[in-house]
């Protein structure tokens, strides 16, 4: 049985808040999430003392991806740290929202995405009376950067196959590969914690970055290459799930749902956002589509049809 879309855009029926710290600056950062009509998208609105500032959420609006992905200008106006939130817009199904921040970067909250996963159940999800369009992948596109690489596939669903390389004994090589929806999302993926080595925080500290890292917001790895989060692993392969986590937020900011399979190897940020340009640079890759309802006897069944080009995702 072939890939199943859903007819309509969503948002969400009602606000929701969360509070928390920015993994990186260590300050306290408020987050409104609001309903939001057809065809917005995912918006950020930086409300913090200054004049406001909106910034979609799309990869032409990507600063920087060093630590994290960042929106807007690294040396001004940004919103950093946008891939953990933007992988549970993009894992349960939200197309439509916008965010008011009174800070330069998301909260880090736990580490993982389950806390956003909890504000979106408060404020529930409501559909919209407009179809959802779709990237729908046509032919492979590649990236290579050394011994890493990135791909996209023409897959008859949503996929991702994620594999990374650690020389640390604590990580190794792991690969998650599956579908993606919404049940999925919160069973797999929502739970797994960013993480790094100890061996590196004073570096980062250094150079301004982890000031607020934890052993509670962060899966940690010791000098004897133990983990050393007293509650251990949430996952028995919980660091490749994060990094899948990371490359959902990551494709996220194409400004529309993909139809195909994204697969890495040793990949990040840099390489997710760079795939993502090459995939959107080449109009003989992929095709927009939209969804329509044909009913058969009692069975509804749902087809891609061909949707016109909107500008969101144009880089």
């Known amino acids: 049985m072939g890939f199943v879309l859903h007819d309509y855009q969503t948002t969400l029926k009602s ?68 891939e953990h939130l933007m992988a549970t817009l993009f894992g349960l199904g939200i197309d439509n929202v916008v965010i008011e921040i009174d800070g330069h970067e998301v ?27 779709y990237i729908r992948l046509v ?40 579908d993606m ?4 999302f919160r069973r797999d993926i929502a739970r797994a914690r960013t993480f790094g080595f100890m061996k590196d925080v004073e570096r980062l500290w250094a150079a301004g970055y982890a000031l607020g890292s934890s052993l509670e917001n962060s899966l940690v790895i010791g000098d004897d290459n133990r983990v050393i989060n007293m509650g251990g692993l949430r996952y028995p392969n919980e660091f490749v799930r994060h990094k899948t986590m990371d490359a959902m937020g990551d494709l996220a900011l194409a400004g529309a749902r993909f139809i195909g399979c994204f697969r890495s190897y040793r990949g990040g940020h840099r390489l997710n956002a ?9 109009r003989s890759a992929f095709e927009i589509v939209e969804t329509t309802r044909r009913e058969r006897g009692r069975t509804a069944e749902m087809s891609a049809v061909y949707a016109p080009v909107y500008a969101p995702w144009m880089i």
């Open 181 to 184: 929806n919404a049940d999925i």
């Open 15 to 82: 606000r929701a808040t969360l509070t928390g710290t920015g993994v990186h600056s260590g300050n306290s950062v408020t987050v409104h999430f609001l309903p939001a009509d057809a065809d917005t998208g995912v918006v950020f609105q930086l409300s913090n003392g200054s004049e406001d500032r909106e910034f979609r959420a799309l990869v032409s609006e990507v600063g920087a991806t060093d630590l994290c992905t960042m929106l807007g200008d690294p040396a001004g106006e940004h919103i950093a740290t946008v």
């Open 139 to 178: 032919k492979p596109v590649r990236i290579e950067n050394g011994a890493s690489w990135a791909e996209f596939r023409p897959y008859d669903g949503t996929r991702f196959e994620i594999e990374i390389d650690f020389e640390s004994p604590a990580i190794g090589r792991q690969l998650f590969a599956s």
């Open 107 to 133: 909260p880090i909250l736990d580490g993982s995405a389950m806390a956003f996963v909890e504000a979106i159940d408060q404020a529930g999800i409501d559909a919209l009376p407009v179809k959802r369009r």
């Open 274 to 282: 760079a795939a993502l340009r090459r995939l959107l640079s080449d």
